[in-house]
């Protein structure tokens, strides 16, 4: 039995994997762990816990058995987002808890210890903790246990960012400061769960792990100090040589009476509060749970039950409930009286009142829209002004533009892909091409994230039966196809149900001639693996189909003048010194696509531009312009790279400062209007949708703004699903976030940065380089052009960068 030379062993494990780690890139290599101690217990957040755990069970050679902790299918991505959610039903304000935390995870290829991981931008806690266990083979229930007796992150109601840095002690050594390379919640949460699978030596590595093996005992000490002593440890498997690897100290008699409480000076509390918080919420350590009953999925409302969508041959729509764990529910009518209809489209909320919608199309082209009633049923239906008669396929296309609304796809008789953009009242806005050579698919489904990036991406099977993957960008483009199988020609309907199998990837359903529905589960990246069957008696059905992802929350709007020219990327506008309007195109990636419009002519030095967003309801960015004398003028679009003639719409303006629009402050779905008084007051102005302004007098919604010298609307500047307000102060040169609540109020402020006052301009384009949050440009005393990038949540991603100069000849920019 080995004796006193344990800890010394241990510490050669931190220099062996320091040798290790400096010549392996985080980005591309694995992880490799530290073994992390508790010294002192951990101070959890209050929170509904009855603690159950009887600790006179503890068996300090078999505290989890292999059965539970490699036992990867006790919960689904939902219901890990359920058990956090009940865990904090509320987050201290100007916080983050772990059930609404999100991380941007990196693609890892499969190795001896994990499977693939395909990354994705903002993905949720509960997601990647549930896609890690899939991909490394670990009860998710284990590394929830882990987050909570490492950082209490799991019932922690004000949890400073720090904790989810170093979410899972992850490289973090008893003798030395946690390791950077480890930082960050995904590649805490990935990191572990591949050191959890490498301490067992699987084949294709080294057999460095020996200590602690099961099967022999192993003296095993109660706490860091080597004068607290050890006693010896029969060892009886893997996952308690994991977790005394993880956290190489048992809890001493004192840490064991107890409980959740501090023990003596000897006491350690890892693997002791990692056994009480496992048996509290999960049950015991000593077997692989029994799989939960699964009943029957009701169908309780169109927006928040998943669900199949089916139209019978005599005009009934039905929702066909499924549950994740592939189980169909009792269907239910939610609509009659569709006669005549031939293809079904459910891409959203259509109408933008945060409820989902339907749209069936006839045989002549003519579409109608059955608006979601908030619960289980369509409200009568309304023609649609669209026509879509020379359609030869058309398809959801979910939010492909990526300007907060729902999207459809059709292709032309010549092969042309259209993107028919919703105009978010109902409608669609004029197609605009996306694609050609689409002559040779005959089938489309779109309207579903495939490949787990949050943007959502088009099946298409061409003539020889070839089924192909088109991944969204989220910019009304594609990246490069994938071919997902072939001999699909045989199967008559194909669409995207959601996560029907139990994975967080989307599966796909295909319908076989004799009226049997497949199942094609989704394996990440896009992939797909046959399943089997279920259901029979489709072929009865004369349209079904899956539902686009639905998001019922406040609809953003992105700042700026908008897609000017209609090619799919954000533009500038500017007034020059001959007095023209002119645009300035941008291709995306935040450069210019060298081409200048002019748009109008005869605009003052004086006169004032307002950039308003879609203020007058038709789907296209409209502007404002204010005169000298105080009067205001509405713009409205006018399609590609022209605006209609001017209305007025208000005047006594002249002594208002800072103008700003393109933000839906009351949440009423209709875009406003913002303004500082000559007192200082902000006040607020709301839009009607149609270009006019809403009954009833603006109202001051704040105080004390005169130290603002610059103000503009950011769109969704924190990724809360608000729009914000950003605004340079005088007393402090400082920019600053002033977050809406998006329904009329404000947020806390804060300061996002320093050092503006050099320039003379300020505002955000909207999403101008394609990618992360919206962009903030600045133009400094020189006429120098920055383009300030952020993360989508709040902060800046990167360094600024100079995107043109030449800009002091301009009186207004935005």
């Known amino acids: 039995m080995p004796g006193a030379r344990l800890p010394a062993r241990r510490r050669a494990v931190s220099r062996w994997i320091t040798a290790v780690v400096a010549g392996i890139a985080l980005i591309a290599g694995p992880l490799v762990a530290v073994p992390t101690a508790v010294a002192a217990p951990v101070t959890y957040a209050k929170s509904a816990h009855v603690p159950t755990a009887d600790l006179t069970k503890f068996q300090p050679g078999n505290i989890i058995s292999d059965a539970a902790f490699f036992n990867s299918s006790t919960m689904t991505e939902g219901q890990i987002q359920a058990f956090l959610e009940a865990r904090v039903p509320n987050c201290q304000s100007g916080y983050t808890c772990l059930k609404d935390w999100y991380d941007t995870s990196r693609t890892t290829t499969a190795d001896a210890m994990c499977g693939a991981y395909s990354g994705g931008v903002r993905e949720r806690a509960s997601r990647i903790i549930y896609k890690v266990a899939q991909a490394c083979g670990i009860n998710p229930q284990v590394i929830l246990a882990t987050l909570e007796k490492e950082q209490g992150l799991v019932r922690h109601t004000w949890p400073s960012e720090w904790r989810y840095t170093i979410a899972m002690g992850q490289g973090c050594p008893d003798t030395a400061a946690c390791d950077t390379r480890y930082y960050g919640f995904f590649n805490q949460v990935y990191g572990a769960a591949w ?19 099961p099967g022999k005992t192993w003296n095993v000490r109660y706490n860091p100090n080597e004068s607290c002593g050890s006693s010896p440890v029969y060892i009886q498997n893997q996952a308690t040589a994991n977790l005394y690897y993880y956290t190489p100290y048992q809890p001493n008699a004192a840490a064991l009476r107890a409980g959740y409480g501090t023990g003596d000076g000897c006491s350690a509390y890892g693997n002791r509060n990692f056994y009480n918080f496992y048996n509290d919420w999960f049950g015991s350590t000593q077997a692989a749970p029994a799989p939960p009953a699964v009943p029957a999925p009701p169908f309780n409302n169109l927006d928040e039950t998943p669900h199949v969508t089916a139209l019978s041959q005599n005009g009934t729509i039905w929702a066909y409930p499924f549950s994740d764990e592939g189980r169909w529910g009792a269907r239910v009518s939610v609509a009659t009286g569709a006669t005549g209809i031939k293809t079904l489209l459910s891409p959203g909320d259509m109408d933008g009142d945060g409820r989902r919608d339907l749209i069936g199309v006839d045989d002549t082209g003519k579409a109608y829209l059955w608006r979601g009633d908030g619960a289980a049923a369509y409200r009568s239906p309304s023609s649609v002004l669209v026509d879509f008669a020379d359609a030869v396929l058309i398809t959801d296309a979910g939010d492909f533009s990526g300007d907060g609304v729902p999207d459809v796809f059709t292709t032309t008789p010549a092969g042309a892909l259209l993107l028919w953009r919703g105009t978010g009242t109902g409608g669609f806005r004029q197609p605009i091409q996306v694609g050609s050579g689409w002559g040779v698919m005959d089938l489309l489904s779109g309207g579903a994230d495939m490949t787990g990036d949050g943007v959502t991406d088009l099946l298409a099977r061409d003539s020889t039966g070839r089924l ?66 279920i259901g029979t008696g489709w072929q009865h059905m004369a349209a079904s189909i899956g539902n686009a992802a639905f998001d019922a929350s406040l609809r953003t709007h992105q700042a700026g003048a908008g897609d000017i020219d209609v090619d799919g990327y954000r ?22 696509a060298g081409e200048v419009d002019v748009l109008a002519e005869g605009w003052r030095a004086s006169d004032r531009l307002i950039t308003l967003g879609d203020f007058s309801g038709d789907g296209e960015s409209d502007i404002g312009r204010i005169d000298e004398s105080g009067r205001f003028f509405l713009m409205p679009s006018a399609g590609a790279s022209a605006y209609g003639a001017e209305v007025q719409i208000g005047h006594g303006w002249a002594s208002l400062s800072h103008v700003t629009g393109g933000l839906d402050v009351d949440g009423d779905g209709f875009l406003d209007v913002l303004a500082i008084d000559a007192v200082g007051k902000l006040m607020l102005y709301r839009g009607d949708g149609r270009g006019g302004w809403a009954s009833g007098p603006a ?41 809406t609540n998006g329904r009329g109020a404000f947020l806390s402020p804060r300061r996002v940065g320093s050092g503006w006052g050099g320039m003379v301009s300020i505002f955000s384009p909207g999403q101008f380089d394609g990618k992360g949050g919206p962009e903030v440009i600045a133009v400094d005393g020189q ?26 000849g301009v009186s207004d920019v935005g």
């Open 195 to 213: 050191q959890f699978k490498r301490y067992a030596n699987p084949a294709g590595t080294s057999q460095y792990f020996t200590w602690y093996a």
């Open 571 to 592: 533009d500038v506008l500017a007034v020059n010194a001959r007095g023209e309007l002119v645009s300035y195109r941008g291709k995306g990636l935040g450069g210019w």
């Open 699 to 739: 109202r001051a919604i704040g105080s004390g703004w005169l130290v603002v010298d610059e103000l503009f609307g950011a769109g969704d500047f924190d990724g809360d699903g608000a729009g914000d307000l950003l605004a340079r102060r005088s007393d402090d040169l400082g920019l600053w976030l002033y977050p």
């Open 468 to 533: 192909w993957l088109y991944p969204g960008t989220g910019e009304a483009g594609f990246a490069a196809r994938i071919q997902l199988g072939h001999g699909w020609s045989a199967l008559e309907r194909i669409f995207v149900p959601g996560n029907f199998s139990g994975t967080s990837d989307a599966d796909i359903a295909a319908m076989a001639p004799s009226g049997e529905l497949r199942l094609y589960q989704g394996t990440g990246g896009g992939r797909i693996r046959q399943v089997d069957a």
């Open 783 to 808: 006429g120098s052009m920055y383009l300030y990038r952020t993360d989508g949540g709040g902060a800046w991603s990167g360094p600024r960068m100079q995107i043109g100069k030449g800009w002091s």
